[in-house]
């Protein structure tokens, strides 16, 4: 079963506003998580990340929420920009296991 | 559902060695899976994508005589590191593409831990 899901295949977000990428998780043994942003033809690319024993991490633009007691993860984009634009994956992990979510197409509209 | 699963897990070898790793769609049919390698900084090189009873097509500076994929049916893709070297040792990740569901969705492997001694 998928350990990882993400429930919306597709956002989108017109430019300026927030982006808001939602993601939930099974397994509470995993206690590392992670967001990737994919564009076409390339790998996904490490974006932010964080560990179980917080519940915000914060880059710039880019803030990841961890629920622990919901097991759910959100990432928000503040302000959006079209280069934004990508698909976004969430993964979660423990020791070597990693799994990933199927992902979430952001679209940020001019 | 839509679960792909990877093996082994974890593999250690000597150099010199082959090692195939096998990944599965087991439920649903994916015509096409996609050959990943992480690297120290987490983000995920493409190395190929694999379509069911063709070819793969190989990324740039990915040698296709050293990573020997097969796609042969639509549930299984196999990555063969062939004549592996300590600096061929990291975190092999596929995925899988449900063409019933969308041309984004990716389903992910588990992974395989790779170390060549």
């Known amino acids: 079963d998928q350990q990882v899901k993400q429930n919306s295949p597709s956002l989108s977000v017109q430019e300026g506003r927030i982006s808001i990428l939602n993601c939930d998780y099974t397994n509470s043994m995993f206690d590392y998580f992670l967001w990737y942003k994919k564009y076409p033809a390339e790998g996904p690319t490490f974006l932010i990340s964080?560990?179980?024993?917080?519940d915000k991490n914060e880059d710039g633009r880019f803030t990841v929420f961890l629920n622990k007691s919901a097991k759910h993860l959100s990432l928000h984009i503040v302000p959006s920009q079209p280069g934004d634009s990508a698909v976004y994956f969430c993964?979660?992990?423990?020791?070597?296991?990693?799994?990933f979510g199927a992902g979430t197409r952001l679209t940020v509209k001019p | 559902g839509a679960v792909v699963s990877q093996h082994p897990s974890r593999v250690i070898c000597k150099s010199g060695t082959s090692v195939k790793i096998e990944c599965r769609s087991l439920?649903?049919?994916?015509?096409?899976m996609f050959w990943y390698r992480q690297f120290p900084k987490k983000s995920l090189m493409l190395m190929a994508t694999?379509?069911?009873?063709?070819?793969?097509?190989?990324e740039q500076g990915v040698e296709k005589d050293k990573f020997l994929i097969n796609h042969a049916s639509l549930t299984l893709s196999t990555l063969t590191v062939t004549s592996a070297h300590p600096e061929d040792s990291s975190f092999y990740i596929c995925s899988a593409r449900d063409l019933q569901v969308s041309t984004d969705t990716q389903y992910f492997g588990p992974g395989t831990r790779l170390t060549v001694l």
């Open positions: 694999s379509n069911e009873g063709s070819k793969a097509t190989y």
């Open positions: 439920d649903f049919q994916a015509t096409t």
């Open positions: 993964a979660a992990s423990r020791n070597n296991d990693m799994r």
């Open positions: 964080i560990s179980s024993i917080k």
